[in-house]
């Protein structure tokens, strides 16, 4: 399967900056890669749909203002949170797709807005 | 809207012991997707089911599908300690990529 690498692993930040978190794609060209948050015990909920050179597609009831998504390159998408505050506090997950669909994911990213 | 429901959501069992975890679903589905998270990790996909009656096989993991219950079954056999981890469900659509919806987990613990 594909492989995925994304960084930071852990960020503590304080409410009201923002944070950005790259993942990326290591060993093949995805056009396409997927945003994910998962609150502790809690299953994984789909943010957003980031495509390469074109705006992203985010999923009902996300900020696209507070969540900014770039992807800018076929192996690199970022997420930035901005202006964080403390119910944003999550893991990040992002992931991209194989031959039938599945996903590859990242190792994630945890967040923690004091 | 589509729903996945899992159970059981914890379950605890002995090493040697086998069990069956559940995945219903209730729209109809051309895919279905098992994956593992270990405590602290991310997800690592496990199987990927395309078929009515499809099986799959690795290790003390057997997964299968029936499209037409619209369930998948995750079988444990011979359950160690290292099978511990919170497997999760997810149904696709070839039509929809990426945009699988996720069951809420079942978290498993082997006992010594």
Known sequence: GAVVSQHPSRV??????SVKIEC???DFQATTMFWYRQFPKQSLMLM?????????????????DKFLINHASLTLSTLTVTSAHPEDSSFYICSVEGAWNEQFFGPGTRLTVL | ????????????MQEGK??????????????????????????????????NGAVKQEGRL??????????????????VHD???????AVGFNTNAGKSTFGDGTTLTVKP
């Open chain 1, 12 to 17: 503590i930040c304080k409410s009201g900056t």
């Open chain 2, 62 to 79: 057997m997964a299968s599908l029936d499209t037409k219950a619209r369930l998948s079954t995750l079988h444990i056999t011979a359950a």
């Open chain 2, 83 to 89: 099978l511990s981890a919170t497997y999760f469900c």
């Open chain 2, 1 to 12: 809207e589509l729903k996945v429901e899992q159970n059981p959501l914890f379950l605890s």
């Open chain 1, 24 to 26: 990326r794609s290591l």
């Open chain 2, 18 to 51: 086998n069990y069956t975890i559940y995945c219903n679903y209730s729209t109809t589905s051309d895919r279905l997707y098992w994956y593992r998270q270990d405590p602290g990790k991310s997800l690592e996909s496990l199987f990927v089911l395309l078929s």
């Open chain 1, 48 to 64: 957003a749909t980031s495509n390469e050179g074109s705006k992203a597609t985010y999923e009902q009831g996300v900020e696209k």
